[in-house]
């Protein structure tokens, strides 16, 4: 008895215009979440290469391993740059930016090897 009452007071809500019917919400995002892995390289005497171009991300971690060495520096440019060292280890967020990182090696005599770098990131529509 109680929800015929309920109904009836609902249905002559709506067909007073006092109250509206409203359209269900919309889905949720497709997310798709992905890995990518830079891998410990050399980087030339001297010279500065391009380890991942410019690149949008809406959400991502990236893992610096540590595994390279003190006399590159590896450069994480967007909005603002960020450095670090071939030989520590670290962690980035980046949310809402284009990111380009670089490896330079500061020694001018002797090819050295940049960090592993991972890259964790998600994407939605």
């Known amino acids: 008895m109680a929800k015929e009452i309920v109904a009836g007071i609902a249905g002559g809500l709506v067909g007073a215009g006092l109250m509206k019917i409203t359209t269900p919400p919309p889905p949720p995002p497709n997310i798709t979440a992905s890995r990518e892995i830079i ?3 050399l980087v030339g005497a001297g010279l500065t290469i391009t380890l991942k ?6 959400f991502a971690i ?8 003190a006399d590159v520096e590896v450069r994480i ?3 603002t740059t960020r450095t670090i ?3 520590e280890q ?3 967020l980046i949310a809402n930016e284009s990111i380009t990182i670089t490896a330079y ?5 002797i090819n050295r090897y940049h960090p592993t770098i991972e890259i964790l990131s998600l994407s939605w529509s």
Not at 105 to 109: H, I, L, V
Request: charged share 25%; net charge negative; proline share 6%.
């Open 39 to 41: 891998a410990r390289n």
């Open 62 to 69: 990236m893992l610096f391993h540590g595994d390279g060495e």
């Open 77 to 79: 440019q967007g909005e």
């Open 53 to 58: 171009p410019s690149t949008m991300y809406k």
């Open 90 to 92: 670290g962690i980035e």
């Open 105 to 109: 090696n500061s020694d001018p005599n």
């Open 85 to 87: 060292r071939g030989n």
